[in-house]
């Protein structure tokens, strides 16, 4: 364990001795440490999130909307407003010249088009700094246009998620009391309190306090609605389930209007029926009393034999917990108990001293106490306690998954009800799935032989005969959860000073994928821990593996004094947890805006440290505000070069360096394959072929094998040539090293398509004096002739894409020559050549059909959605944020790009090449034919 923990967080650790465990708590995260916690920004739109009726905007960079825009899966029985993401998306003249104008036009804006009965203003780091004067614009709209517009002051570094969960009890507190209820309020109303409503949990519970005879007056916040909100404060009891989140503004109500409030939790047998109990016995009626006994006993008496039959399977399993609040750690450990599961690591990110002390009274000695923890640690413990089980949130998911331990989601995407007796039976068949699944026979690094070797934990979970059957799918339907907005929604805004549903993210994001391309580095952004916890969830929710980032972490007094200290902390604590052969730093809004010269930082903390060996240290700028994520991925290729590359040296026959861009690990395994077919030694920049998509291990890494070394990207410069893919690309990489090192530099588009992998293969054969190699050769033809095969059922159809730059250049290119009509191309990228290079490329489309295509750049879904229903497309190509579209318009949606984050195999999909362009072609035609298939009348079986 000494190796695990950083010295400056010891004090976060504890063993249980004796039912009790001395932890220390509530304190910043340290730099560096990669932390698992959000931050203010974060908090406040986990509680603010769930109000369906208000309009809720970012103020701030895109990135921060994009990240949170509908990712929970909490849902309405009404409204959707919550499940559209608002942002000024500020830019870099904002930044300089302030956004509170823009602010001002935005909200004017969304009130008119959607009238919300509130709005609620996020104020993000830069705004913070910039000197907006939010809470002035919030007063005078509120004036204009007579709703509440409320302030909710979420800069990120003025803490971490549990200071914003008190910005917005703040926010919330500005609505309780300023609105009468209509109708007298029966004598047994409560108030929920910390709910979210998540795969519809809060309706089962509403049910259960319905048959007791207790009346609903507001939920705060899941479902819920701004007018019950502002008559909350006539409840007679507030039921407080999230405390973490929750208790603050509870105690603002019993202070102001004399509500008391109870804290209960409904996760498990035990913590759900304390809550019923609790609440009849504050109102003291016997009547309620036995109304809930009645209920509790027909739950219980339904759902004890099926955990029972559990827990003969499941007893001596152990488990890992760690969550977001400790309060529910405590209700997960005695969930697990009642499933015959010991849990021997439990943490949470925002825990108490009180909720500590609790957990260390439900464990048995031995087990681990951890707050604010990070994936060192969490599968250090996990190993050395003997874990099979973990439960946590996404970021969780791909510690325990490399590392062959089961996993539940216990977090804000899930899709099923685990609160409620509903919710632990939900759990209890989760759990069991989980862990006897027949997968662990192969995982954890064991190889089957013929006959079936097993695993350690294959033999433990399946000696027995006989297998316990689901008990079926969870009664409760779940209202509108997966409906879309009315046609009316979807219409184009009517200012310029508002993004509706961002076509982008942020700049760190891409050079963080670029930075794990590099062999054994890890990515370190340069500011408030929010944006490396974001980037993470996001990139392992299409990745599926594991994704460590650092950041500074910065404080507010660094946006004060500047990063420096923290920075310089950030570094070490990396070379101290993962002995990294590089560390690529980025920078994000906040540090760019308050001027900290990373450069200079870099050169400090050498020479402070000369004659110690240290790894490699790339930089790159990325503020958001001056780009999105492909800028921001680009940025970091040419950081990776300029910081490794130092001379030309000898050139070397036959060295050939690709930068392929932001592309898929199965289009880079591709390429490394196509490069060594022409006999070429290919330098890829980066390649994350293996680091992003990698196999299973024995225990977790801490930082995955693969990438091209430091040494190797060294000798770039005296490769024979550069290819550098991107139509739409300007001062890449590749430039860089053409005026560095006078490196030749050619640059061509993806190859997707024939035409465009003709031209890389062209290229190939020219490097290495060779032909294209016979198996490509038959590629090649069977391209062609599936062409042939398809083409009946292409031709005309009307196609709208959508996604990077590039990748929409490329994807126009394949339409084009197969007979499609690429009505709409759109992009969130700021990239003045896309128009451009789309139009190239898409010559015989123009011809055959003139005058029909679009061509969108720097916009957003909510444009291109609106767009997509004008041009009536047949099909729609790009990534998993275009499902409503396609779902509204009743057509398919071919998945390409990034992110997927409603399927499987994002990181395995092959878009280039001859073989990616079959694959991509097959993909079209078989969505074309399916959903002709599907609507006709006579469902045929043949073609």
Request: proline share 5%; net charge neutral.
């Amino acid at each position: 364990m000494s190796n695990a923990v950083l010295e400056k967080r010891r004090a976060q650790v504890a063993t249980v001795r004796d039912g009790k465990a001395d932890i220390a708590c509530a304190k910043p995260s340290l730099a560096g440490s990669v932390s698992q916690r959000a931050c203010v920004f974060c908090g406040s739109r986990v509680v603010l999130y769930p109000i369906v009726d208000a309009v809720h905007l970012v103020h701030g960079p895109a990135g921060c909307a994009a990240y949170t825009w509908d990712i929970r899966g909490t849902v309405s029985s009404g409204p959707e407003l919550h499940r559209l993401s608002f942002t000024t998306d500020l830019r870099e003249r904002d930044v300089i010249f302030g956004g509170a104008e823009k602010l001002e036009r935005a909200l004017r804006a969304l009130i008119a088009r959607y009238s919300p009965k509130a709005a609620f203003v996020y104020a993000t780091c830069i705004v913070g700094v910039i000197g907006d004067d939010v809470d002035s614009v919030c007063a005078k709209l509120a004036a204009e246009t007579g709703i509440p517009v409320l302030p909710v002051r979420s800069e990120g570094f003025r803490g971490s998620k549990k200071d914003g969960y008190a910005a917005a009890c703040d926010a919330l507190a500005r609505l309780i009391g300023t609105l009468e209820p209509v109708d007298p309020v029966p004598p047994y109303s409560i108030n929920i309190l910390g709910d979210f409503n998540l795969a519809g949990e809060l309706w089962i519970l509403e049910e259960y306090y319905r048959r007791m005879g207790v009346h609903i007056l507001t939920r705060i916040t899941g479902d819920g609605r701004v007018d019950d909100i502002r008559r909350a404060h006539r409840a007679k009891l507030n039921v407080v389930q999230c405390s973490g989140s929750m208790t603050t503004l509870a105690h603002h109500m019993q202070e102001t209007y004399g509500v008391p409030f109870k804290q209960v939790s409904y996760f498990g047998i035990e913590d759900m029926s304390a809550a019923l109990y609790d609440v009849a016995a504050f109102f003291g009626d016997p009547v309620l009393h036995a109304k809930a006994a009645e209920l509790v006993r027909d739950e219980v008496t339904g759902l004890l034999p099926l955990i029972e039959s559990y827990r003969a399977r499941l007893t001596g399993h152990k488990a890992v917990i760690y969550v977001g609040g400790a309060f529910k750690t405590i209700s997960l450990i005695k969930a697990l108990r009642l499933l015959g599961i010991e849990t021997v690591v439990a943490g949470s990110q925002t825990g108490r001293p009180e909720d500590y002390d609790t957990i260390a009274a439900l464990c048995e000695p031995g087990t681990v106490i951890v707050d604010d923890s990070n994936p060192v640690e969490l599968s250090t413990f996990a190993r050395e306690r003997g874990a099979d089980l973990f439960i946590g949130g996404v970021k969780e998911r791909p510690i325990a998954f490399k590392m062959g331990m089961a996993f539940c989601d216990h977090n804000h995407e899930r899709k099923l009800p685990l609160a409620g007796y509903e919710g632990m039976k939900n759990f209890a068949e989760e759990v069991y799935a989980s862990l006897m699944t027949p997968v662990w026979q192969s995982a954890r690094g064991q190889r089957t032989e013929v006959g079936g070797q097993k695993t350690e934990v294959g033999s433990r979970r399946t000696d027995d005969a006989g297998a316990i059957q689901p008990s079926g799918v969870a009664r409760h339907v779940l209202g509108a959860e997966g409906s879309c907005p009315p046609s009316s929604v979807l219409r184009p805004h009517a200012s310029d000073a508002v993004t509706v549903n961002p076509c982008k993210v942020c700049a760190p994001l891409g050079a963080c994928v670029a930075f794990r391309g590099v062999a054994g580095c890890i990515p370190l952004i340069h500011g408030s821990q929010g944006c490396a916890t974001y980037i993470r969830r996001y990139t392992i929710s299409h990745f599926r593996e594991p994704m460590d980032i650092a950041s500074s972490s910065f404080v507010e007094s660094a946006t004060v004094f500047g990063g420096s200290a923290l920075f310089s902390t950030g570094l070490d604590n990396l070379i101290k947890l993962y002995s990294p052969a590089a560390i690529g730093v980025c920078t994000s809004c906040l540090s760019e805006t308050i001027g900290d010269d990373v450069a200079l930082f870099l050169r400090e903390y050498a020479a402070s440290r000369k004659g110690a060996p240290l790894p490699a240290l790339i930089r790159a700028s990325t503020p958001s505000y001056k780009g999105t994520h492909m800028d921001g991925f680009h940025a970091a290729v040419r950081g990776i070069l300029a910081g490794i590359v130092k001379e030309r040296g000898a050139a070397v026959p036959g060295q050939v360096n690709l930068l392929p861009g932001f592309v898929s690990p199965a289009d880079l395994r591709y390429f490394k394959e196509l490069l060594a077919d022409f006999g070429l030694d290919g330098i890829l920049v980066p390649d994350y072929s293996e680091t992003l998509d990698g196999p299973s291990w024995e225990e977790y890494h801490r930082l995955p094998e693969g990438g091209t070394p430091v040494e190797r990207i060294a000798a770039a410069a005296g490769s024979v040539a550069t290819l550098q893919l991107g139509h739409t690309l300007r001062d890449g990489g590749g430039d860089w090293l053409e005026q560095a090192f006078g490196t030749p530099c050619r640059r061509l588009g993806l190859p997707i398509g024939l035409r465009e992998s003709d031209a890389f293969c062209d290229a190939l054969s020219a490097l290495g004096g060779r032909p294209l190699p016979a198996r490509h050769a038959l590629e090649r033809g069977r391209l062609i002739d599936s062409y042939v095969d398809g083409h009946k059922y292409l031709f005309g159809k009307r196609v709208a894409v959508y996604g990077e730059e590039d990748l929409v250049v490329g994807i126009a290119a394949l339409l084009n020559e197969i007979g499609l009509n690429p009505v709409l191309c759109a992009s969130g990228g700021m990239n003045d050549a896309f128009k451009e290079q789309v139009l190239a490329v898409t010559g015989d489309a123009q011809r055959l059909f003139p005058g029909e295509m679009e061509v969108l750049a720097d916009t957003d879904y909510d444009t291109i959605f609106a767009r997509a229903e004008a041009l009536k497309p047949d099909l729609i190509i790009g990534n998993s944020k275009g499902y409503k579209m396609a779902r509204k318009l009743g057509v398919p949606l071919v998945r390409v790009g990034f992110p997927i984050h409603d399927r499987i195999g994002g990181q395995r999909q092959l878009h280039v090449g001859y073989r990616g362009t079959q694959n991509l072609f097959d993909l079209i035609c078989n969505a074309l034919m399916q959903a002709k298939q599907d609507t006709s009348p006579i469902g045929f079986m043949y073609v």
